[in-house]
């Protein structure tokens, strides 16, 4: 009987160290999930929005084979980390990503809240409520997925929960996706989720709108210029409209809700063609074709990758395609920042305004690449950094179309060869400047210029050559003419001169000062001039047409008289036979 308890004490000894050490353990393993856990969300009384990203669990499943029976035991709950001060954007992934939080409702009264996801460019994923174990509400819903999926028509992602007085409800969340994988799930009442979207839809209404007016005013532009720049312009505001149109779910909610096979597709072929009009309408706003061989190389290379990616688009999967995409998209944004560096060094006025406009742009994608990428969190600002770089980029576009436009219209005035006033400019400058000094009481000359036997030197020499002398010539005039006193290139050898407010005397001695420069102006090919002056001084002629013609007539006598000389107009002169003097006594 003595040798018993002898036996069995040790062994009683054992099992009452195991159980303490099994107690051990377990106190261990439940301080280990306890800090394995993120906190859990309290939704009090009066709390109308609460961010659950502070409060969610991460957990990567690289196979893509875990389900949620897996998660709801003790070993499951284990394997998920808290996020902490890391971000629900995870970037481009073939991995399924679990998230878990888990929301008290601190209220004596039951809360009915909409749990939103924000991301509308998450292709696919399963949303569980969970209370004691068991699934209340589940959904499968995605940007691959149809419309009908979703129990909310929107183009964010809502779900409603109702939550029980001091009732705790686990949110689990597993998502996959092609593209970037990016979670932001907030809790909202029904009284601040209205507002909050209603800001959200002010926005996305103030950013569609700025597309459609930007479209109309350039297609009116394009009808009265009618410039390349503007069509190529025109069709990149419409297309690039129509890709923010998917990639702001806008396109999938009310266009084709419930092709979902669509949207991937749309998505690449929209901002390929955007991509491509870009490009075109950068090089024909800044005239960069040409310019540099290496810009014109890069151009063409990135036009095929262009349209390869958009032949591909209908048949291979926008997870294959998703990074030759960034790429690309990077860099013809690079690309375009280049042609705007080109176009500031050949001092082009619109190049300033063009390349401060995608500077901007350039950093709001950076921004959404980052996002992308997991480098920097999903907020508003990395996430609507393609809009806010939109909005940037148009405002400052359109001051470098207004440029293009001054520029074109400076160009219809200006006679291309010499860069002097053209004759349609001529004829607003004469009628203006015959009406001021009506107005005033003082005078106007003109000179009319015509170089001599100019079609000898073209015969002799050529037209290249004959074009090198005309643009001596008004090189000369440039040089020779005070700021006050307007040149034009009336047509082919003629040139002709306005001299506000000067006398008869002065007048001779300047076209004397021109016709010795004109001279001076081509050393290797002997050119003379024979210039007219005619002076409101000597006559009061009835409109500009009767002083034109005064000073044709004058120079009809300079060229009869032996040319190389300057005549002025008087009554005594012989008349030009094709000419009729029309003056007033």
Known sequence: MSAAPCRTAPSEALSARFRRTLAYAGLWLSLIATAAAAPPAQLGPGDRALDLLPHLSVLEDPGKSLQLEDLLTSDGARRFAPLGDRTASFGYSTSAWWLRASVTNGADQPRDMMLRQSYVLLDYFDLYVVHDGRVLKRWTTGDTLPYSTRPVPHRDYLFP???????????YLRARSDG??????????????????????????????????????????????RDEAFAYYLCYVLCYGGYMAVFNGIAQQHLW?????????????????????????????????????????????LQTVILALMVAAPFVSYGTLVRPITFTVATTVFMVVAIGIAGLRARQAAAGYFLLAWSVFLVGVLLYLAKSLGLLPHTWLTQYGFQIGTIFEFVLLSVALGIRVKEIRQQ?????????????????????????????????????IDVDHFKRVNDTHGHAIGDRVLEGVAESLRRQLPPQVVACRYGGEE??????????????????RLRRAIADSS????????????????????????????????LYAAKRTGRDRVVGWNNELPRHPAASLVATP
């Open 495 to 512: 040139f002709v001169v306005l001299v506000p407010r000067t006398d008869t005397a002065a007048l001779m001695t300047l076209a004397e």
């Open 412 to 448: 219809s005035r200006t006679d291309s060869l010499t860069g002097l006033a053209n004759r349609s400019r001529y004829d607003e400058l004469v009628e203006q400047a015959f009406a001021q000094a009506r107005a005033a009481g003082s005078t106007l000359g003109l000179l009319v």
């Open 161 to 171: 929960l109702t939550i029980e007085p001091r009732q705790t409800l686990e949110i």
């Open 180 to 225: 970037p994988v990016n979670a932001t799930l907030t809790l909202y009442s029904p009284e601040a989720l209205v507002p909050a979207l209603g800001t959200e839809q002010l926005a996305m209404g103030a950013l569609f709108g700025s597309f459609v007016l930007l479209a109309l005013c350039t297609a009116l532009l394009y009808g009265f210029v």
């Open 257 to 301: 809700p419930e092709t979902p096979s669509l949207w991937g597709v749309g998505q690449v072929v929209l901002l390929m063609l955007a991509l491509h009009f870009l490009l075109h309408f950068s090089r024909s706003l800044l005239r960069a074709k040409g310019q540099s061989r290496w810009l014109d190389r890069a151009f063409l290379a």
């Open 523 to 554: 050393p290797g090919i002997p050119v003379t001039a024979s210039i007219g002056v005619a002076s409101t001084t000597d006559h009061a002629f009835a409109d500009p047409r009767g002083l034109f013609r005064a000073a044709d007539e004058a």
